[in-house]
């Protein structure tokens, strides 16, 4: 239990300016209104929050944790109900301090950061190198470390730069006994370069999918796979969202691609990954877009049938950024893109001024996905398995119906039931597509359907053979004990290793 004694012995460790158990203060960790399944904006207050500056200090705060049986709670940036405490008596480990960019090799194209480095900062810096990383949809505020070692990692850059628990290399890790594990290349003093050795190899403990967002200690730094960058080392920027000032460099192209159906986007879908000409590649459904970039003006399209129609048609689409190295690189990609499109049948557009800067920046520096928050305060997801490009197809056909009766019966907005997001993964090895669900979180009636939401998407997972248990991650104990048996009983093997490694269950899982 979190007593006055634990309370200074953190205090000696962090300094009295670097703890608290201040209401205002803890209160501020608790408003967590993002990824919750179950109505209201507030989660468990942590019993204090403490913010070390070092791996050190982090070992310390554990070891007293672990000692006197604490519960503690660990965050990078700390974007949603599951990066906070999961009950209460628990002490939120904040590592904002802990932002240091610790060294970048342009050589092995590698960087190791600290957990509050976030994504637009190691971007800068690794762009003035010829480099870049992959950064997930949730934009460049986010933690690459917590992506990569902690939570998912789907993202825009998939397609060229892969999922965040692929590009793991080294990991300093502190064990939920405090004690500290330094993974691949790392544990056998060989630096940052490799994840899987010489050294050990524990990637898989370590995550799988999915990491146990906070439910196996506390990760301090780790290496991450970078990428080419053939843009300019420090674009010049000015603006936000329509208003985005820029020059798109000359070998840089942006598409919107749109096609007549399901079939013929999967099949679009697989050629463009197998011929590896897209740098980044999503699917930015239309009736989502417009509710977040333009909200007065979707609740008025929300009562035209005839507009809704004709919107409905670019319900299957995507955007495609090519990046090429040269001339006639940049002809031959442009040239196979337009290929693929013309035999499946579909609608190609070359973006230009002034919509070009916008979607070149918000796809390079992932700048413009928080505008979902506009049209009702948070939003939720379900499906999201990621799998073959026929699966998610599938995904996406009864996500539609889905969400299709959840709008008939006034439950959450009408984004004509085209909100599927996501992204394609290693040049079309897999893909993903989430159902994103947006309403108005301060109508009571709607505030309560993404428990139901959630209920209906994991059921037809598991009835329909969709795949990975995707964004049933969020439900709880329930939605495993549905998900486990037909997904090779990984949670069963999830809390033997949460069990052995952490038997107390002191280091907190908040959903699990
Ligand atoms: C608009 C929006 C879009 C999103 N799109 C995507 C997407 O495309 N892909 C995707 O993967 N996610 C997506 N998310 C989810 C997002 O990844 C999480 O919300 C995440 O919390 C982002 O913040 P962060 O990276 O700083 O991690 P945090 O919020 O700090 O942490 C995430 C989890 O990891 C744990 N954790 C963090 N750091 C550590 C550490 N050092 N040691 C131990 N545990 C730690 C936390 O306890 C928490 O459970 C989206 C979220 C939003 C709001």
């Known amino acids: 239990m979190m007593t006055d004694d634990v309370y200074r012995e953190m205090e000696s460790v962090v300094g009295e300016e670097n703890i608290s158990r201040e209401p205002a203060i803890l209160d501020s960790y608790a408003f967590q209104p993002f990824h919750r399944a179950e109505p209201g904006s507030w989660i468990h207050r942590p019993a204090a929050v403490v913010l070390p500056g070092s791996t050190g200090e ?16 660990a965050h990078s940036t700390g974007w949603g109900a599951h990066s906070g405490p999961g009950k209460e008596g628990v002490i939120q480990i904040d590592l904002r301090r802990m932002d240091r960019i610790l060294e970048i090799d342009e050589e092995n194209m590698y960087v190791v950061v600290e957990p509050y480095a976030i994504c637009a900062q190691v971007q800068a810096e690794l762009m003035k190198r010829g480099l870049n990383l992959h950064i997930i949809g949730a934009g ?17 850059t998939g397609v060229s730069m892969g999922y965040s628990g692929r590009s793991v290399l080294g990991v300093e890790w502190v064990l939920p006994d405090g004690e500290l594990l330094r993974l691949g290349s790392l544990g056998s003093g060989s630096g940052w370069f490799c994840g899987d050795g010489p050294g050990p190899s524990l990637r898989g403990i370590m995550r ?76 930015n459904p ?40 040269s001339p006639g690189d940049l002809d031959y990609q442009v040239k196979t893109l337009k290929r693929i499109i013309e035999e499946t049948e579909g609608v190609l557009i070359d973006v230009k001024p002034p919509f070009e800067s916008m979607l070149w920046w918000s796809g390079v520096r992932v700048s413009a996905v928080q505008a979902i928050f506009r049209p009702g305060g948070t939003f939720f997801v379900g499906l999201g398995g990621d799998e073959a490009v026929d699966n998610t197809m599938l995904q996406a056909k009864f996500g539609e119906k889905i969400k299709q009766d959840f709008i008939d019966r006034g439950l959450i907005y009408d984004d004509l039931a085209d909100v599927m997001w996501g992204g394609l993964y290693e040049q079309g090895l897999f893909n993903h597509q989430e159902e994103i669900m947006i309403f108005n979180a301060r109508d009571p009636r709607q505030a309560k359907a993404p428990e139901e939401f959630a209920k209906a998407c994991a059921r037809t997972a598991v009835e329909e053979h969709l795949g990975g248990i995707g964004f049933a991650l969020f439900g709880g104990e329930k939605m495993h004990d549905l998900f486990s048996p037909v997904t090779s009983d990984y949670y069963k093997w999830e809390k033997k290793i949460k069990e052995t490694w952490d038997p107390d269950d002191l280091s907190n899982q908040t959903f699990r």
């Open 140 to 156: 460049s505020s986010t933690s690459p470390l917590a992506a990569c070692t902690s939570h998912m990692g789907m993202g825009f």
């Open 208 to 283: 799988g999918w999915a990491g146990y967002d906070g439910g196996l200690g506390v990760f301090t730094g780790v290496a991450i796979k970078t990428f080419h960058w053939p843009g300019p080392r420090e674009p010049e920027v000015e603006g936000l969202l329509f208003d985005t000032k820029t020059e798109v460099p000359d070998n840089f192209k942006v598409f919107l691609c749109y096609f007549p159906d399901y079939e013929r986007w999967a099949d679009a879908y697989y050629r463009i990954g197998e011929a590896e000409i897209a740098y980044i590649m999503s699917k």
């Open 58 to 73: 982090v070992q310390q705060i554990v070891k007293i944790c672990h000692r006197n049986k604490v519960s503690y709670k």
């Open 286 to 325: 239309i009736g989502a877009m417009i509710w977040a970039f333009t909200p007065h003006l979707m609740r008025k399209i929300t009562d035209m049938p005839a507009i809704k129609t004709a919107l409905k048609a670019a319900q299957h689409g995507c955007h495609v950024m090519i990046a090429a190295n």
